[in-house]
């Protein structure tokens, strides 16, 4: 089990609904799932589909359909999406932007996956976290 720190941004308006704080830890942790499961020689097609897992694994099984998750990033905002069919490989020192969503939250990294970790260079140790567990499948 790793234990992933992920941040949220809150720019509430006096409280902030139970629903949505729900909603932020389900995105967080299929932001883990993406982030994670990115690794030099991994198929996207398999960090796709884990990640796709993971949406229904927090109940909301059908939300990945109403937005496009993300991939490689680099010259272009995305130089291609993952998707399940996409015959890519993660290279070493790639970056990838990913950006999923659950109606009313979004969480969007970018990350530079090194040959033994992956780098957020989106983070700022101002802003809030929220931690989830992902459990890794392999």
């Not at 992956?118 to 929220?130: A, L, Y």
């Amino acid at each position: 089990m790793e234990l992933f720190l992920r941040k949220i941004v809150i720019f509430p308006v006096g409280k902030i609904a139970e629903e949505l704080t729900d909603k932020f830890r389900a995105v967080a942790k299929i932001d883990a799932s993406f982030i994670t499961n990115t690794r030099p020689a991994k198929k996207v097609a398999d960090i796709f589909l884990e990640g796709i897992r993971t949406y229904g694994e927090v109940g909301y099984p059908g939300e990945w359909k109403l937005h496009r998750q993300g991939g490689a990033t680099g010259y272009e905002a995305r130089d291609y999406i993952a998707t399940s069919k996409i015959n890519e490989v993660v290279q070493p020192n790639q970056a990838f932007a990913w950006n999923l969503s659950i109606k009313g939250v979004k969480s969007e990294d970018t990350i530079i996956r090194n040959e033994t970790e992956n780098e957020i260079i989106t983070d700022d140790p101002e802003w809030p976290k929220v931690e989830v567990e992902y459990d890794e499948k392999k």
